[in-house]
T-cell receptor
Framework: AQRVTQPEKLLSVFKGAPVELKCNYS??????LFWYVQYSRQRLQLLLR??SRESIKGFTADLNKGETSFHLKKPFAQEEDSAMYYC???????????FGTGTKLQVIP | AAGVIQSPRHLIKEKRETATLKCYPI?????VYWYQQGPGQDPQFLIS???????DKGSIPDRFSAQQFSDYHSELNMSSLELGDSALYFC??????????FGEGSRLTVL
């Protein structure tokens, strides 16, 4: 079974402060990990994936297989980063994508 | 660029009625996923199709059924609707890259 855990339902930070959204996963094989973002009144969209190892909108995430984590980080939060963030896991191939419960990021001006 | 199209965007039904949601994936995407997102909840996987065959099944009630047609569009049929079925139903499509492209969702309200 595959499982994604996001321990924080809400994370409030001040503008310019560092952000870390936590994600832990459970999967027996080699998973693909993603971060999806849902801005207010918009559809879910991909933010980044561990395979690409790139930075999107200043966000990065590193897959730590030892700790089974895929935390999302940004050094300086911006107001436009306020949104719901979902960590997601795919077991590989055409298997389902399992989402975590989401973390609402609130950036305070 | 073409995105995932879902219809209808909003649907209001009475208890015990039937509803059908439609999803039109991005062209050349061969996989379609259905998710249910209740108020304040995370998206719950219902079912997926790859090349018109069911590829995976999640927490889809027996009252629900779905299929993918020859043109790759998919329909989610929900019967004997219950109040708890009120939710936002997302469809997503993907190719072999693994990235899911989501539609804007169909909001079902059961009265």
């Amino acid at each position: 079974a595959q499982r994604v855990t996001q321990p924080e339902k809400l994370l409030s930070v001040f503008k310019g402060a560092p952000v870390e959204l936590k994600c832990n996963y459970s999967y027996s094989g080699s998973p693909e990990l993603f971060w999806y973002v849902q801005y207010s009144r918009q559809r879910l969209q991909l933010l980044l994936r561990h395979i690409s190892r790139e930075s999107i909108k200043g966000f990065t995430a590193d897959l730590n297989k030892g700790e089974t984590s895929f935390h999302l980080k940004k050094p300086f939060a911006q107001e436009e980063d306020s949104a719901m963030y979902y960590c997601a896991l795919r077991g590989g191939g055409y298997q389902k994508v399992t989402f975590g419960t989401g973390t609402k990021l609130q950036v305070i001006p | 660029a073409a995105g995932v199209i879902q219809s209808p965007r909003h649907l209001i039904k009475e208890k015990r009625e039937t509803a059908t949601l439609k999803c039109y994936p991005i062209p050349r995407h061969d996989t379609v996923y259905w998710y249910q997102q209740g108020p304040g909840q995370d998206p719950q996987f219902l079912i997926s199709f790859y090349e018109k065959m069911q590829s995976d099944k999640g927490s889809i009630p027996d009252r629900f059924s779905a299929q993918q047609f020859s043109d790759y569009h998919s329909e989610l049929n929900m019967s004997s609707l219950e109040l708890g079925d009120s939710a936002l139903y997302f469809c997503a499509s993907s190719s072999n890259t693994g990235e899911l492209f989501f539609g804007e969702g169909s909001r079902l309200t059961v009265l």
